[in-house]
Structures are given as C-alpha cells and as structure tokens.
C-alpha cells in the first residue's frame, strides 16, 4: 500500500499549485489525474498564451454565494505573488489589455513553471491514474486507485469544474463532496457564449457572423462590462457577452449598448442638423461597419435620409441603439464553456486553510468551489491562490 502525507487529485492549476508548495514545506506529496497529460486547461487557456493573473485582481472579480470567501486567500498569495513565480522562471509575458498578462509564447511556459516547481520540491505526480473509491479512517484517508491503495493524513479535492469534458473535467469533486456530505450549490456553465432561436435575431447573427463590435456595454441583473463583442452562426460572443453570461439566468433581459460612448441623441440631432440629405445607412456606417450598418437598419429601422425623421423616431433609433434587449435561448453549455459557477458551498469550507469544516483533512481547492472569476486571468489566479493556502496547513 501506498502511503503519503497529502494527496492531491488533479493535476490542474490549483492542484500543481498546492502540490509544490505544500512539498516545499517538507509534505510528502502525491497527486493523482485521470487524464494522460498534466494541465490541459492550462495549454489551452488564454488562445495558447495563458492568461496567467491580473494586474488588478480584486475580491470583486468573483463571484460567490459568499462574496466573503475568496478574500483570505487572494490576499495571502496575489498576483504579484504569481507575477514573482513567472519571472523566477524567465518566463516572457505582457498586459493585452485591462491588467491582462498573457504569456509572449505559449501557455505550456506556465505549465512548465510549475512541473518545474513540484520537481523541485519533490512533489510526485501519477496521471492515468483513476480514483474508484476514498474512505475516512482514523489516521486520514485510503483510496482505492488505479495505483492500488493509497493512504494519506490530507487529501486534496482539486477537479475543477464541469466546462469542456474533452480536456478531462468531471463530476468527481462535487461527488466526493457529496460522499462526505458537503452541501452543492448547483452548478451551470459560466464565461460561455449565448445562443438564439428568434428567426430575426439569429439571422442577424448569423449574416454578421465573425464580426466584432469594440467596447459595446452588456448588462444584466445589475452587472455591466464595457468590452468587445462578437456575432457568432449560432448567436453572441466575445469578452463582454462571455462576462455578462456568468449573471445571466434563463429567461433574463440582456442590454446591450452598442454605441456607449457617444451620446446618441446629439450626435443623429447633429447630423440631422449638418447633413440632413445623408440616409441613416450611411451614416450609421461611420460608426459600425458598412455591413453592419444595412442590416441593422434593414431589421430595426426604416431607411431614409435624415432630414425626414421626425423627433420621435429618432429617439426611438437612439434608445434601439443603446439599449438593444434580447433574450438568450441559452449557452452553448459547458461544451465551451471556460468556467462553471456553483459547486461545493463554500459556508462548509475554512476560508484561511480550505478545509472542510464537516471533515478534518479534507481540502477543496481552484475551480470545485463555488468561486468563479471574471474573465481576464481571475479564474487562475483564484486557482493560485487557493491551491497556495491549503499548502500552508496541508
Ligand atoms: P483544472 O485546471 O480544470 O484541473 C482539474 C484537474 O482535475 C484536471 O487535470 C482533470 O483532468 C483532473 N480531474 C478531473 N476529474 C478527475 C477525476 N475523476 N480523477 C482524477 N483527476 C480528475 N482562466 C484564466 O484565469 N485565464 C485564462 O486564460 C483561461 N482560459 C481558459 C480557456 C479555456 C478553454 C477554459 C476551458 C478555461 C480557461 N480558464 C482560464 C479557466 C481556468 O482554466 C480554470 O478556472 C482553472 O483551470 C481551474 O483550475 P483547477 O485546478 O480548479 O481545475
């Protein structure tokens, strides 16, 4: 029979994270991963260049049932913590944009990163490598696993959520949560595109297909982002769309604003006031595309040149124009989803050591709990540091 200290299941972000510092404190340490590579969502984050932290990562820039949570472990390993790593390692990186650090070459320089780190620190990692059964005894754990059995003082639920089965995500967290009687709280896919039934709608989409609109406001439920977004075959995309899908609940008004930083009204007064013989299309290809402009005026408007509309409907161009509402059919669902918001409540979870407070020893870390980052880098560093602060007491 295998014995360690801490054993660790997923070899993803939070648990290579967990794995190398928790045996940099002298922990003898295994990790588990069913899948035959260590970090697949890693290589695949970020468009292949990781977007590893954000310069300004803050406590609300998650998403909880306990917006409290997160707090502890952000603060005791921030972005500047993860920044020192990248840079121990020369690893070449640059902000894109809104405090966004991308990798300058690939996103496997992260991954490195931290294999490197577990080696150093001794930390073994077996993929392949399936858990069939965990129970609690005296001393701690034993497992039975593809290695045989396995005892451990700690065990480290580190699984990750739902989104992308293709890259090795499972259920099994939110199972052994279950096992141990953690609450859930459910779960659906976040930071994923919507899609569209309206015939209208979905032919606008799909006609616009590949085209992205800079800086649109999307708001729902009380929350707003000012960032790209993108007409897809099958409905809406891009960062403001992926932001705005993690507040959205089916059936809820989405607002998008396409124009929000002119101040419409003036502008169409303008214009009909300098250039009244001009038509709405052509106008309106100044600020969209000219593509863009016919097809939103041959769906929402009537076509004429501008001297001839009255105040009213002008208004009515302004207000479309700024707060466009549609309602999602829904995502496309944790097939393309980047995060899954839900999971293990985290009421029943130590926010200074991440254990659970129903079970001594037992650890959940990264993405399993319900925490959830907006997009630019806050999913990982969430990973980071939670993976961090169970090392401390692991
Ligand atoms: P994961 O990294 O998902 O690791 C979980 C590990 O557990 C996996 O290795 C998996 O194989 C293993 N596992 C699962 N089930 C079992 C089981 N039954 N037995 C054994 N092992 C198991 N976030 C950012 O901050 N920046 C980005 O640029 C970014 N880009 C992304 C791009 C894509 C396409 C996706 C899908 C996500 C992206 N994310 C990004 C989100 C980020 O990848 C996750 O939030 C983060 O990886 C979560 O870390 P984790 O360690 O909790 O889970």
Same mark, same amino acid.
Not at 8 to 20: E, N, Q
Not at 296 to 301: A, G, H, M, P, R
Not at 345 to 374: A, C, Q, R, W
Not at 376 to 382: D, L, R, V, Y
């Given at each position: ?49 990781? *977007? $590893? ?33 990248? %840079? ?16 300058? *070459? ?9 294999? %490197? ?103 729902? *439920?009380?929350?707003? $982002? ?72 041959? @769906? ?13 409907? +002008?208004? %009515?161009?302004?207000?479309? +124009? ?63 540091? @939670? ?8």
């Amino acid at each position: 029979m295998l014995q360690t200290d801490v054993l660790i299941i997923g070899a993803g972000a939070a648990g290579l994270m967990c794995a190398a510092t928790a045996a940099a404190r002298g922990r003898r340490v295994l990790v588990l991963d069913h899948a035959n590579k260590a970090g697949k969502k890693i290589l695949m984050s970020g468009g292949g260049r990781c *977007n $590893f932290t954000n310069l300004y990562c803050e406590p609300n820039n998650f998403l909880s049932g306990n917006p409290h949570f997160c707090k502890s472990a952000l603060a005791r390993f921030t972005q500047w913590d993860f920044i020192g790593l990248v %840079a121990k390692h020369g690893v070449p990186y640059h902000e894109k944009k809104l405090g966004q650090l991308f990798c300058d *070459n690939k996103s496997s320089d992260i991954l490195e990163l931290l294999l %490197a780190e577990c080696a150093e620190a001794g930390a073994q990692i077996r993929l392949d490598t399936a858990v069939h059964s965990i129970e609690k005894t005296a001393g701690g754990f034993l497992l039975q696993s593809d290695l045989g059995e396995v005892a451990c003082q700690s065990l480290v639920i580190a699984t990750g959520g739902l989104s992308i089965p293709t890259l090795g995500a499972t259920g099994f967290g939110y199972q052994v949560a279950k096992q141990f009687g953690h609450e859930l709280l459910p779960t659906r896919a976040g930071l994923v595109p919507f899609t569209l039934t309206d015939p209208q709608l979905k032919t606008l989409c799909t006609e616009l297909s590949g085209t992205s609109v800079e800086d649109c406001r999307v708001s729902c *439920n009380g929350q707003s $982002f000012v960032e790209n977004i993108l007409f897809t075959h099958r409905g809406l995309s891009g960062p403001a769309i992926l932001q705005i899908s993690s507040y959205w609940q089916p059936g809820d008004t989405v607002h998008i604003d396409l124009l929000p930083h002119i101040d419409l009204p003036e502008w169409l007064a303008t214009q009909q006031h300098e250039r009244g013989n001009s038509e709405l299309k052509t106008l309106l290809a100044e600020l969209f595309t000219k593509k863009m402009a016919n097809l939103l005026v041959d @769906s929402w408007f009537a076509n004429k040149p501008l001297k001839q509309y009255t105040p009213g409907e +002008l208004k %009515a161009i302004a207000e479309r +124009l700024s707060d466009w509402q549609l309602v999602p059919a829904g995502t496309e669902g944790y097939r393309t989803a980047e995060v899954t918001l839900g999971g293990v409540n985290t009421d029943e979870v130590s926010s200074k050591t991440m254990e659970s407070l129903k079970v001594p020893g037992l650890y959940f870390i990264g993405e399993v709990l319900d925490v959830t980052g907006h997009l630019g880098g806050f999913n990982f560093q969430w990973a980071w540091a @939670s993976g961090y602060a169970a090392a401390q007491y692991v």
